[in-house]
């Protein structure tokens, strides 16, 4: 070794040690995590809580170092609710942005198509979308994760909850779509199985913002259950119309799902009384110190509560670091399978798991009623929680039902 | 058919007749454009947005929803006397693509605009607190609001009617989407008319639009599906003739609410083959002219 050599390695060594890992950090390459979002049309605001959600775990990564070592950037671009527009945008991610990783999706039938992309490059993908297909065969694959709940699971905990306390005889609403579809089936499976009537079924084209032609036949069949899955601006228009006709005085309304970002911009008059399913919500943080911790630098950063989708891709994208750094890669496979090696992980409500057979997390989930007006807590405040289901494998369908055995 | 069924249908047509009336209201503007200055104006469903977004603006400011109801479509309307003016003017003469392109445009100008001002998110005002409740019509409970807007619709017809058959401007209006040349010849300015005719046409989309905010809510993509089964509603009515947008809007209103409450899944394509089964059997539509599409 001669002098120069032994000076430039034993400087370079030295800098690397004195520097804070934030720079060296921004010394190399950044990783680039892609994620496609329905940023226009009537998923907007839950697309714009999962952006946000996004900007805060890359936030708190940069913070800390980065992933192994390297500064970590979210690239979000808009797929328009459009499955061929999902893909596309995925597929210059990563092929032109140089992605790494892809985390997202939100619309069940557009995530799906984004899923395409990323199994043909071999990326690992971390879905955020309510899909039962995901985790399952042909559609999963072994770099293939599901952050977020699915139909199966909210409807089948959603409807036990319902037959039990709010009534038997049902007409469903649900928007014609992957999503729409696979919460109609399993709610009405559910409901079969606890000896309930389902007296309708009703499919619309999502994105309708007219029901009312829908309506008169739900009333005359006087279900004591509307069990409506409309999700993002059609729940609004959904819930204004069946209000309108003076449903909500005939019968109870519950859906698999609620929406912050959605029930605010429909108001506290809208969402008095209307139950439904939910994996977050921000007033969770009384007595729940991981909530709060997230809660806090949620609003510290954005000035308003967190909502329910923002912590899917908050989750995901520290998921996508915690398997990078356990496997000291961004390999995807290698990844995938550190992930399934040690799949225990609390980002931001208590402890979630991913089940080795299907790349599916579970997670604990909550019922939630809608307060009267005058009785909300603030702007966000519209819901009261009603009751917690803790995490159960039992209710997915099994990896053998999958076609994963 | 049990006494149920029946009354629940004769509840589906009323909820059809509400739905006619947006859509008539829409196609009669589309109509009145088209049949003078055979202009197909893309852009009628922004301005159908922009009625709502003005109409949840002045809600909002003056608290009156009948300030809204009066003062948006209006708005709309210069809106749409500007955009003759300054956009279409120029392309008279051309061939009818180019206002059709550059309508397309300003559709996608203006959602993209209302996305910048007012946000990606949608939103929502309510109808006036009397108009709030639903009401027993003895076959079914219906929202007080949607007979209102029918009233409204009716109202604005008759009006609407009344102006182009009884007054001197209404009969140069009928006179000029019959031979324009011949109404150029006898001396008077076919560009005013075109003018008015244009901001009439773009008051009664916002008109639409501030009526449908209460029920469907207010975003920017609002009018992107309406201005197409618009479309079909004129050419199901005939290009160009008022009745037939007016019978053909009340038509596909009932179409698509009977559809919808027999198969629900075919609702939507119903409309199109409606509209295919009106034009193998009457190619220029239920009211329409041959030959003013040459």
Request: glycine share 10%; charged share 15%; proline share 5%.
């Amino acid at each position: 070794m001669n002098r120069r050599v032994f000076l430039t390695t034993t400087a370079a060594g030295a800098a690397t040690f004195a520097f804070p890992a934030v720079l060296r950090a921004q010394s190399k390459d950044p990783i680039r995590i892609g994620f496609p979002a329905p940023l226009t049309g009537p998923f907007s605001a839950i697309a714009a809580d999962m952006k946000q959600g996004a900007e805060l775990a890359v936030d708190e990564l940069n913070a800390k170092g980065g992933i192994l070592g390297r500064k970590v950037e979210v690239l979000i671009r808009d797929d328009q609710l459009k499955p061929q527009v999902g893909a596309q945008r995925t597929q210059e991610l990563i092929e032109k942005e140089g992605c790494q990783f892809i985390v997202g999706g939100l619309a069940a039938h557009v995530q799906m198509a984004i899923n395409e992309q990323t199994k043909k490059a071999k990326v690992l993908f971390i879905s955020t979308s309510q899909s039962d297909e995901i985790s399952a065969k042909p559609d999963t694959s072994p770099i293939t994760f599901h952050e977020a709940l699915n139909p199966t699971i909210t409807s089948r905990v959603v409807g036990k909850w319902v037959m039990e306390n709010l009534g038997k005889k049902w007409w469903i609403v649900y928007a014609d779509y992957a999503w729409g579809k696979q919460n109609n089936m399993v709610l009405s499976e559910t409901n079969k199985k606890h000896g309930g009537t389902v007296l309708g079924n009703t499919p619309y084209p999502l994105g309708s913002a007219e029901f009312s032609a829908h309506l008169p036949k739900i009333q005359a069949a006087k279900p004591e259950v509307l069990v409506s899955c409309t999700p993002g601006a059609d729940n609004i228009a959904f819930l204004k119309q069946v209000k309108s006709f003076g449903m909500h005085q005939q019968m109870k309304i519950a859906q698999p799902l609620h929406w912050i970002s959605v029930a605010k911009q429909g108001g506290p008059e809208l969402y008095q009384d209307i139950y439904g399913g939910m994996n977050f919500y921000w007033e969770l943080q009384d007595g729940n110190p991981d909530v709060k911790r997230y809660v806090d630098s949620f609003q510290k950063k954005f000035g308003t509560p967190p909502g329910e989708y923002g912590v899917y891709a908050y989750s995901a994208i520290l998921e996508v670091a915690r398997g990078s750094e356990l496997a000291k890669t961004t390999d995807a496979e290698k990844v995938a399978d550190a992930l399934r090696k040690s799949p225990a992980y609390n980002h931001f409500k208590g402890k979630q798991w991913w089940r080795t057979c299907d790349n599916k997390s579970f997670q604990d989930m909550w019922i939630l009623k809608g307060r009267a007006p005058g009785k909300t807590k603030g702007d966000w405040g519209l819901l009261e929680v009603v009751s917690r289901v803790p995490a159960n494998e039992e209710f997915d369908r099994t990896c053998a039902e999958k076609g994963l055995a | 058919m049990s006494d149920i069924s029946l009354a629940a249908l004769a509840a589906q047509v009323f909820t059809g007749l509400v739905l006619g009336g947006i859509y008539v209201l829409l196609a009669v503007g589309l109509s009145l454009i088209f049949g003078l200055m055979t202009v197909v104006n893309f852009s009628h469903g922004a301005l159908y947005m922009l009625g709502a977004y003005f109409g949840f603006v002045l809600v909002g400011r003056t608290g009156s929803f009948l300030v809204a109801l009066v003062l948006a479509p209006l708005l709309v309307g210069v809106f749409g006397l500007l955009v003759e003016r300054f956009l279409i003017r120029p392309l008279y003469g051309r061939s009818p693509d180019d206002p059709l392109l550059l309508t397309f445009g300003l559709s996608l100008v203006l959602v993209e605009a209302v996305r910048m001002i007012w946000g990606k998110f949608g939103m929502t005002f309510d109808p006036p607190k009397v108009l709030g409740g639903a009401v027993n019509l003895g076959f079914t409970m219906f929202p007080l609001y949607r007979l209102f807007v029918i009233g409204v619709t009716a109202a604005v017809l008759i009006a609407l009617w009344l102006f182009l058959v009884k007054t001197p401007i209404g009969l140069v209006i009928r006179a000029g989407s019959r031979d324009p040349l011949m109404v150029r010849a006898l001396g008077f300015d076919l560009g005013r008319i075109w003018l008015l005719v244009f901001g009439i046409g773009s008051a009664l989309a916002g008109l639409a639009g501030v009526l449908a905010g209460p029920m469907r809510g207010v975003y920017a993509e609002m009018g992107v599906t309406m201005v197409i089964e618009s479309f079909v509603v004129v050419v199901v009515g005939g290009m160009g003739s008022l009745p037939g947008a007016i019978v053909a809007g009340l038509l596909i209103g009932q179409v698509v609410s009977l559809t919808t409450f027999f198969v629900p899944k075919m609702a939507e394509i119903m409309v199109f083959i409606f509209m295919a089964a009106v034009l193998l059997i009457r190619p220029s539509g239920l009211f329409g002219e041959a030959g003013l599409m040459e």
